[in-house]
């Protein structure tokens, strides 16, 4: 429990952004309240169960399916949603949301470290096809900053959270600082080598994870155990509690409050300036209030535009730094479809050993140089080969030994391409406050968004293309689909809040600042203009790692 009231900084959210502002600011000599609404995990001691093996658990790892039912309906729609870690995902029962149209999909995570325990680590930065992107056809506000300004920000944060890959030197996906690449398999090296020769210009690299392939500080490298979403004990991946928290903590700086939810913001419009947070608490349901000179904002996309919503006042009767009335507005999510699927032949008798935390990537190709292709901005795939386990037992014919000694085999070698769209951003995607409340008596959100012919034109493109390479690699296709997953299935979610330089068009600065209140940020994925089609993360990071910077001069030069 936080004893005092007054802070240099309120961040709001634990997660990947909110363990980055707490560290940045704290470093900086800034006293700082962290505020989750969740539970505390500790490092290493939370992750309870972590080394748990099937039979010590009640359904052997598939989990409870009536419990999960009744309390996780949407939750267990992730794929990686088990027995081992379905505590770390929300209970839709006491945390309902309302869809407007369109199915979505919200998988959320409530606790200490939030969704950083869980996230799937592909770090990927962006490039000036993507920060450019909006100005060039038209679609959504010009992003405020461009490649250059992030460059020194994605090395920052790299070189403290540890991403592992190949240095390309490919412009659409820029070059980070690495640490020894996790290979490709034996499956990926053959077809890699069968596409790049077919396709010039396109290539299958070692994806780019925040998981350790050497020791960096506490931290050790990665086991290759595969269990990373029930904690690492190692901290071989990039975690909050393995890396941005005791960096804050370090300092002496932090102050952290957890099962305490942000109810609103507050606002003074005399100095035209916010002056701290009302919360409640999840347990008590008591209220109380903590003031100060900056509140940076990192409850995750979603929840930080509900909660800007929910803090109305007679200057913002339509929420928080709203003048622009695009507050909400311009919600995307990337469109995922399994592509491809096939089976390569010639290497039986080839295995691997361990379970490799990383997957292959092939970069975006379309609509990059003269490439011209019949929608706009494109798609990238993320996959991989695997053997054993795919399809083999129950649909097999056979009894007995035989049939035992032919499971006791590798089998095929499978691989998977699913294409990642990019979403343009639409203005009828939004979030709204509903009148019904959650279980701590706050609006529910109302989240209305589909994908429209654009991203469809490019996922019929990325199937075609996709059977197309496997095919020239000499793999036999048994799959393939252009139909995308609900909006959510990517756990992409971003915008709502967008950044700009146009203060009627967007709500944040090109340092995250609201154009309306110069000491609010708003770091995580709601301050998104366009998705790009890599996984939006490492992007978060280093934007707030920037704003944080500025905010800082700012604070020490009289302007906040």
Request: with cysteine; charged share 20%; aromatic share 10%.
């Amino acid at each position: 429990m936080a004893d005092a009231t007054e802070f240099d900084a309120i961040v709001v959210g634990s997660g990947i952004t909110g363990g980055w502002s707490a560290k940045e600011l704290c470093e900086a000599g800034l006293k700082v309240l962290m505020i989750e609404r969740g539970r505390p995990i500790e490092h290493q001691s939370g992750y309870t169960t972590e080394t748990a093996a099937p039979w010590e658990l009640p359904y052997r790892g598939l989990g409870d399916p009536a419990q999960l039912e009744r309390e996780q309906p949407v939750q267990r729609k992730l794929w990686q949603v088990n027995e081992w870690n379905q505590q770390y995902f929300v209970n839709d029962r006491e945390n309902p949301y309302q869809t407007a149209g369109a199915p979505f999909t919200w998988f959320r995570s409530y606790q200490l470290g939030g969704r950083s325990l869980v996230w799937g680590r592909q770090s990927f930065r962006w490039s000036d096809y993507d920060f450019g992107a909006n100005k060039a056809d038209g679609h959504g506000t010009d992003w405020p900053v461009r490649y250059a300004d992030m460059d020194r920000w994605y090395s920052h944060v790299e070189s403290f959270i540890g991403v592992s890959g190949t240095r390309e030197g490919l412009p659409q996906l820029p070059d980070g600082e690495f640490q020894p690449p996790i290979p490709l398999n034996a499956a990926e090296t053959r077809v890699k080598a069968a596409v790049e020769r077919a396709f010039p210009g396109r290539k299958m690299i070692p994806g780019r994870p925040a998981n350790l392939t050497r020791k960096i500080g506490d931290r050790g490298p990665c086991q290759y155990r595969g269990i990373c979403s029930r904690g690492c004990s190692y901290g071989a991946y990039f975690s909050t509690q393995s890396s941005t928290l005791p960096a804050a903590r370090a300092t002496g700086n932090l102050t952290l409050l957890t099962d305490t939810a942000v109810e609103s913001i507050v606002f003074d419009p005399t100095t035209n300036r916010v002056t701290g947070v009302q919360t409640i608490d999840a347990n008590t349901k008591a209220r109380r209030s903590f003031t100060a000179r900056m509140v940076f904002v990192n409850a995750g996309a979603f929840n930080s535009v509900a909660l800007l919503l929910r803090s109305r006042s007679e200057r913002f009767v339509n929420g928080l730094a709203n003048s622009s009335g695009v507050l909400g507005r311009y919600i995307m999510d990337h469109a995922v479809a399994m592509a491809a699927r096939a089976i390569v032949p010639g290497i039986a008798d080839r295995t691997y050993y361990g379970n490799r935390p990383n997957n292959a990537i092939i970069p975006r190709f379309r609509n990059i140089g003269d490439d011209k292709a019949p929608f706009l901005r494109g798609y990238a795939y993320q996959g991989g080969a695997v053997r054993r386990g795919w399809r083999r037992g129950g649909d097999m014919a056979g009894t007995g030994d035989a049939l035992k000694d032919t499971l006791g085999e590798p089998g095929d070698w499978v691989l998977s391409l699913t294409a990642f769209a990019e979403t343009l951003p639409y203005a009828e995607n939004r979030i709204t406050l509903d009148k019904a409340v959650d279980s701590l008596g706050l609006p529910q959100l109302k989240i209305a968004f589909d994908f429209r012919e654009n991203e469809y034109a490019a996922l019929r493109d990325a199937e075609t293309e996709a059977r197309r390479m496997l095919e020239a690699a000499g793999a036999r296709v048994i799959a393939s689909s252009h139909q995308p997953g609900a909006g959510g299935t990517s756990v992409h979610e971003m915008g709502g809040a967008r950044m700009g330089n146009d203060p009627a068009t967007s709500v944040l600065n090109e340092y995250n600042q609201a154009h309306d209140a110069p000491n609010l940020f708003v770091t995580d994925g709601a301050a998104m203009s366009s998705s790009a089609c890599q996984n939006p993360s490492l992007t978060y990071m280093a934007l707030t790692a920037r704003a944080c910077a500025n905010a800082v001069s700012m604070l020490k030069e009289g302007r906040l």
